[in-house]
């Protein structure tokens, strides 16, 4: 039977393979981009290598590969939502962080503790994902009031809390999400943090500028004790580098205000998405690895019989993890499709 060692080993090989064709055929995709006469076509495709080589590697264990994809996945998806251009420089920008992806694999090869520099690409993904000063038109929204709730195939009631001091701007976020979702507001960092130490949200909402503890003191906070949770920010007066800042510290999005709630209602949805996506992936990485063992157990019990009811247990509790993870593989791959 193959060990828990030998299984992570094979896991994490067969991800450095797959991922180096991810990243061919992700450049060959940008490479096009500059004789394209209409290149917006090819931004779903680019963006399902990112998400991929995200997803794929934080469930291989590495983690600062899977960070560092999910700064070029912002990158392409804020190109995908009109908030960014396609320009020249962001097409170098996205090869040379393929070009990292590609180096870093292969010290990875040798060595799976190896470490990468990536520090310098992502500033300039998280600069170049920063809005526009005049950002992009998007396309007409086609919804009569606010964008539709996520529905997961696991239902869940989206937790949001938001964190603004003004009265008039909190209520107005507090009213605008749909009725089934529990959203709770506050006026200081203090009252938040009291809150967020009883319970925990699927999603956080803050103004950068707030008495007392500041917005970014509020998610460092956050930070330490919930490392995934979806952060976005909301100000009325904030320079270009105090965006790239908070991106940095892993905001999902910034809105600066006055803002239209219909597009921050749709934001949240995309980070809810996002943050019930990497669990779906966590999840599945999880039970496969706990079914490949309860699968190589079960074999090694099938010339004896009868069975013992401790191993009938272990096969019920095999068919049901089989059951979770078909559940689960449907789920994930329907986000992977609406991303």
Not at 252 to 267: I, V
Request: contains cysteine; charged residues 25%; negative net charge.
């Amino acid at each position: 039977m193959i060990s828990d060692a030998e299984f992570e080993k094979q896991l994490k090989q067969d991800f450095l393979v797959e991922a180096d064709e991810i990243i061919q055929n992700f450049e060959n995709v940008l490479l096009k981009l500059e004789s394209d006469a209409d290149p917006s076509h090819h931004m779903n495709e680019m963006f399902r290598y990112a998400h991929s080589l995200k997803g794929s590697g934080l469930a291989a264990g590495f983690s600062s590969y899977g960070t560092f994809a999910h700064k070029l996945e912002n990158l392409l998806d804020a190109i995908r939502a009109g908030k960014v251009a396609i320009s020249k420089s962001n097409t170098d920008l996205m090869l040379a962080a393929l070009d990292a992806l590609r180096s870093y694999g292969k010290e990875l090869e040798s060595n799976f503790a190896a470490t990468h520099d990536f520090i310098d690409l992502e500033k300039q993904l998280i600069l170049a994902t920063a809005p526009l000063s005049k950002p992009i038109p998007p396309p007409p929204i086609q919804v009569s009031k606010i964008r539709p709730t996520p529905q997961f195939e696991d239902t869940i009631t989206p937790k949001v809390f938001v964190l603004e001091d003004d009265e008039s701007t909190r209520e107005m976020i507090l009213e605008g999400f749909p009725e089934d979702w529990k959203i709770e507001g506050f006026e200081s960092g203090e009252t938040f943090i009291e809150r967020f130490k009883k319970d925990q949200p699927h999603l956080i909402i803050t103004d950068l500028k707030l008495p007392g503890m500041s917005g970014r003191e509020v998610i460092e906070y956050v930070r330490a004790s919930s490392p995934k949770t979806p952060v976005i920010f909301i100000s009325g007066y904030a320079e270009r580098a105090d965006i790239v800042k908070f991106l940095a510290l892993g905001a999902f999005a910034f809105f600066e205000k006055p803002f239209n709630m219909r597009d921050l209602t749709h934001s949240c949805v995309l980070a809810l998405r996002d943050w019930m996506y990497f669990h779906t992936i966590e999840e599945v990485s999880i039970l496969a690895f706990r079914t490949f063992m309860s699968f190589n157990a079960i074999v090694d019990l099938l010339p004896t019989a009868p069975l013992s009811e401790q191993d009938a247990q272990k096969i019920r509790v095999f068919e049901q993890d089989l059951t979770r993870i078909g559940a689960l593989c449907t789920r994930a791959g329907k986000f992977a499709t609406e991303a």
